[in-house]
């Protein structure tokens, strides 16, 4: 059994930033693909970023692209979202996903990943 547990969640002024990270536990490997996806209140969850098991592959939806940066370290089972230039619209309740995977591949669909974290929340104040 694997657990993904978010944290680094909270509030703050639009224009500010924050850093998410998520603790792999458990039966983990590091061929792992590690995502974030994030779903506001009335809304579908939605894909944020995505990252190889080696880091150098990375993947960001288009509303972050350029603000957001995914990372990971394998030593730790760790993955990192920082998220500069937060906007209103981006207030949501983000979760980190992982799957194991092939070299190359970064799905973007919540349908591909295996293991989900509790969620960590994240409020934007205009």
């Not at 809304?43 to 603000?67: L, M, N, P, Q």
């Not at 190359?104 to 960590?120: F, K, M, N």
């Amino acid at each position: 059994q694997v657990q993904l547990l978010e944290s680094g969640g909270g509030l703050v002024q639009a224009g500010g930033s924050l850093r998410l990270s998520c603790a792999a536990s458990g039966r983990t490997t590091s061929t792992w693909v590690m995502g974030w996806f994030r779903q506001a209140p009335g809304k579908e969850r939605e894909f944020v970023a995505a990252i190889s098991w080696t880091g150098g592959i990375t993947y960001y939806a288009d509303s972050v692209k350029g603000r957001f940066t995914i990372s990971r370290d394998n030593v730790k089972n760790t993955e990192y979202l920082q998220m500069n230039s937060l906007k209103p619209e981006d207030a949501a309740v983000y979760y980190c996903a992982a799957r194991t995977a092939k070299a190359g591949w970064v799905p973007s669909l919540d349908s591909e990943y295996t293991y989900w974290g509790q969620g960590t929340q994240v409020t934007v104040s205009s």
